[in-house]
């Protein structure tokens, strides 16, 4: 492969090109996110309960993986943009090993402060069970799950997108065959339940693992994991936690911003923390393949930006911003037009189904006004601008949303809560457009 396409093709078609394996991939990721759920959804309500107080954890966890890697997807297109093989051999190296010690540190702390962190938000003895037996399994793969992110980064930051899309692909489609052979012991599976649905997630992230070690190992690319660069470097391990740290509280402030939401919920009823839950399942339709577009677009600026091609920096932020509002405004509409149905997929409850369909289309008027700071927040990861993409996330998930949300409450009840979210879309949008353009002005 030409090793200096990113910079010569024409951006549309390129964008294109490496956008559109990671959308599929992230549709079908966001498919299995939707299946897992309706599963664990028949077990019981206490069994969807139970996953959605497990989520800010597990949400932290994949936000460490994911961020870090875009740490190293940066570094390494900045490198190679620049021409230095040698730096990015280096960054990817470290970027690794570094993710691998991650793993460790996180399944110990993980599974130890579960007993606490569900004690805060249940009295229910069988959503506490559930909650514990679904955690520990998942925790346990946390290596796993670093492993694989950070090879994910690395492939996408050459412009191999197509590599990574197979990957997710094959995890999600093995999670989805064996959910309901584990959580409802078809066949010659034993029935497990929600430990079931735990296992068939950590079975499908060692499969993905398993396929980048091979493509990894068969299919050579630019850039090459070297015993030589194993040791601590001060400098490059310093560049990957200044744009990966940044982009790890990026992620992780949703689970945050998740926790407080189901506190001020839970003071009302336990039918809003599964509202919520399920929100956040379904959200993930639209803001998984946003992603998709982005995880497109960051090797390409960052490249881009690193041989000092500015103009194509600017066009690829331009078309990417188009790119989301479009599956945003798609988003909206749904939620619009089918809000009770999709609410009617996770559970019979008639209560939450009406009070759950009036959350996705109030929810819904700030989707497409989102992609703003979607857009703006992945493009300065890409550019390495890590801190500036964090100032971003502050507003959007800490600064603004908290204080609204606890607000409206008590002007409205648990509505206010909804009403939090496009009414913080509406102002981050604008500063996340100041942000962008003062700091992409910059090559500092």
Known sequence: MNETFMKEKPILPLLTSMALPMVISMMVNA????????????????????????FPIQNFVNALAIGFGVGINALIAYFLGAGDKKGADRA?????????????????LSISIMPAFLDMFTNDVQVYQMGMEYAVIVFAFSTITMANLSFEKI????GRMKVSMIGLLCGSITNIILDPLLIFGIGIFPRLGIAGAAIATAIGQLCTLLLYLTVYNKRPIPVKIRKEYLAFHKEIDHRLYSIGVPAILNLALPS??????????AAYSQIYVVILGIYYKLQTFLYLPANGIVQGMRPLIGYNYGAGEQKRV???????LAMSAVIMALGTILCLVASRGLMELFTENAETIAAGGTALRIISAGFIISSVSVTASGALEGLGKGTHSLVISLFRYVILMIPAAFVLCRIFGPTGVWHAFWITEAVTSVIAAYVYHKAAGSRK
Do not use: C, P, W
């Open 31 to 54: 498919l299995y996110n939707i299946v897992d759920s309706l599963f664990v959804a028949r077990i019981n309500e206490n069994a969807m309960t139970a996953l959605s107080l497990v």
């Open 92 to 108: 990817a190296t470290q970027g690794l090993v570094l993710a691998l010690i991650h793993g460790v540190v996180v399944t110990v």
């Open 155 to 158: 492939f996408q930051s050459v």
């Open 256 to 265: 945050l911003l998740v926790s407080v939401l189901n506190g001020i919920l």
């Open 314 to 320: 600017k066009k690829i932020y331009e078309i990417t």
